[in-house]
């Protein structure tokens, strides 16, 4: 049973389908990019459409966006925050200012900057202002506000060549500041500034975890998984249950022993 | 587990609140619509009964259908404004080539709030601000026209 080379053999097998999940995710970023470049910022304008009519005293009405606000929440509930990691158009912008990036950092032989575990974890908790004072500005009637200081604005108009978007001043240096943040961090938007990546981690998860760890057969202190991970969650321990999870399938990929697996094994009591 | 539970509740509330809200909103709606009624038979009523002994000599806007063009997200949206002895009866999108469909159609709710509101000073919708701003945009300057001599 324990012939080794029959593992090593299950193990390449495991890490090649891993390599093919890695490519079928750019492909998948790649083809929502194209279809729904702006379904982030429908799916948000839902959340600021409802606050600004329940201030208003207004009957809200299912539109196109309220439904796919909807929709989203619905998949994020059965299967973690996938959209943020598989389909979100701006996490795959974001994806690839980061590819350059360390592309750039790897030809100039220089590594990159890494933020301590608990900087990390404090400035994840950013988003939630982001969201508080958004959905403040909506109900305090200042919605226009948001618009005007949005970098989701510059950044759609823009996807769609309208020269418009020079006159949002403010936006394009905030916007900027996010691309140098990309560059810098992983996911930089996605867990630090995110208000609809706040939401979806405020949701529960009906599988609790995507990714599981069968810890017993790891590598004495190999931190593979955790050192990859973009939004720095530790697998032991659970922090899945926090939500910051994008199920980006990275861990799978990286695992050197090809030891993560979807789905929870009961042996795991990580709950 | 205990997060799991604490972010379900959460959840739950925050639906009972919204659906809460809309239930008296749909009720106090249909209150408001019944008076807003009324006030357009009162208002078709005084058109009518002054058709005849005031021709629009004295009004501030001319009668008539009127377009105007706004600049939205993806381009040019042209509106139309009819102007009945300075009431506003219909407000229309004409055209909007460039615009995405959704976001239109959610900007366009706007056009029954002018109307209601009898005044084209409206908020725009939030989620689609930059086509809602074009619309509006667009009903200025029809108003414009319909007041320049």
Not at chain 1, 73 to 90: E, M, S
Not at chain 2, 38 to 53: C, D, F, G, P
Request: proline fraction near 2%; include cysteine.
């Amino acid at each position: 049973m324990n012939n080794p080379f029959k593992t090593i053999l299950s193990n390449t097998n495991k890490k090649k389908k891993a390599q093919i999940l890695k490519y079928v995710r750019i492909v998948v970023q790649i083809i929502f990019f194209v279809i729904f470049p702006a379904l982030f910022s429908q799916a948000f304008g839902a959340v600021k459409e409802v606050i600004t009519c329940m201030k208003d005293g207004k009957v809200l009405h299912m539109g196109e966006f309220v439904i796919a606000f909807i929709i989203l929440c619905a998949v994020t509930i059965t299967f973690g925050r996938i959209f943020c990691g598989w389909a979100c158009a701006f996490g795959a912008f974001g994806d690839f200012v980061f590819f350059i990036s360390s592309y750039i950092h790897k030809k100039m032989k220089k590594r990159m900057f890494k933020i301590p575990d608990k900087a990390l974890r404090i400035m994840q908790m950013f988003k939630y202002i982001v969201l508080v004072s958004v959905v403040l500005l909506c109900y305090g009637g200042k919605g226009e506000l948001v618009t005007k200081y949005s970098p989701w604005t510059v950044f759609s108009l823009i996807t769609v060549r309208n020269k418009m978007f020079l006159s949002y001043k403010a936006a394009i240096v905030i916007l900027i500041f996010i691309v140098i943040g990309m560059a810098v961090k992983e996911r930089f938007f996605c867990q630090f500034i995110c208000p609809l990546g706040a939401i979806f981690s405020l949701l529960p998860n009906a599988f609790m975890l995507i990714f599981n760890r069968d810890n017993n057969a790891c590598i004495k202190g190999c931190k593979a998984c955790k050192n990859n991970c973009p939004v720095g969650i530790k697998l032991s321990e659970n922090h899945f249950a926090d939500g910051e999870c994008i199920g980006c399938a990275r861990c799978i990929n990286t695992c050197p022993k090809g030891n993560i697996g979807f789905v929870r094994k009961r042996t795991n009591k990580a709950n | 587990m205990k997060v799991f539970w604490i972010k379900s509740i959460n959840c739950i509330l925050i639906a009972g609140i919204i659906m809460g809200y809309q239930y008296y909103a749909v009720k106090r709606d249909n209150e408001i619509k019944a008076n807003e009624e009324e006030n357009a038979k009162a208002r078709q009523e005084w058109i009518e009964s002054n058709k005849n002994t005031q021709v629009s000599k004295s009004s501030i806007y001319k009668n008539g259908v009127f377009e105007g063009t706004g600049k939205g997200f993806g381009g040019d949206i042209v509106v139309q404004v009819t102007i009945e002895n300075d009431f506003i009866t219909d407000a229309a999108i004409v055209s909007a080539d460039n615009e995405t469909p959704s976001y239109i159609d959610a900007a366009s709710a706007i056009l029954d709030d002018v109307v209601a509101k009898q005044t084209v000073k409206v908020d725009a919708v939030s989620g689609a601000t930059l086509s809602s701003n074009g619309i509006i945009e667009g009903l200025e300057n029809a108003i414009k026209e319909a007041s320049d001599e």
